[in-house]
């Protein structure tokens, strides 16, 4: 069975996002980026909602001739990888994707069992909806020693525990990751 990844920018006190929607606290740094490289390299497939699939299609299957040979890279893979997007409102997708508009925890389930490798879900949104349902095997938090004060919390509201076991801590010159896994 396919693992599932949960992994974002989290900022201290929780947030995923600021009020206005924005990322841009969660710039990585060379070491960061090299390292979502190389575990986005080893991802089988890609999830993402429709908001995460818009925000990464408006940058980086156009990258820059100039930008960073890092970020060109990242380009690359993602064009490349395989990404299923789930959306009622798309009517299309492109880069090596595929549309889904019914049932994400049906899609995820059939996906997760299609086969033995590594799955991550791009988006809270999707993941929000993914999470009661025990689709989520690994979650990674990239945590900012920032406080937003509000926007999309990485964890929703849930209507009965998930119980996680802490597996790894990696320190950053930016952030820690912490990598935990479901019991």
């Known amino acids: 069975m396919r693992k599932l990844i949960y992994g974002f920018g989290v900022s201290l006190d929780g947030y995923v996002n600021d ?11 060379d070491e ?13 497939i890609s999830l993402h909602g429709r908001r995460m699939y818009e925000l990464m299609a408006e940058y980086w299957p156009h990258v820059p001739a100039d930008a960073p040979p890092i970020e ?3 380009g690359e893979l993602w064009t490349e990888k395989p990404k299923v997007v789930f959306s009622r409102t798309l009517t299309e997708v492109q ?9 994400a925890v049906e899609e995820v389930r059939r996906l997760k069992a299609g086969g033995d490798g590594v799955m991550e879900v791009g988006g809270a949104d999707l993941a929000a909806s993914l999470m009661p349902h025990g689709l989520i095997d690994e979650y990674q938090m990239f945590l900012s020693p920032l406080i937003l004060g509000g926007g999309t919390p990485f964890f929703p509201p849930l ?3 998930i119980q996680l076991r802490l597996t790894e801590t990696r320190h950053f010159d930016t952030v ?8």
């Open 19 to 29: 009020r206005d929607g924005s990322i841009d606290w969660t710039d990585p740094d």
């Open 32 to 44: 960061l980026h090299q390292f979502h490289n190389d575990r986005f390299r080893d991802l089988e």
């Open 72 to 74: 060109r890279e990242f």
């Open 95 to 103: 880069w090596n994707s595929t549309l889904v508009s019914e049932n």
């Open 159 to 161: 209507d009965k525990r």
């Open 176 to 183: 820690v990751m912490l990598r935990f896994l479901a019991v």
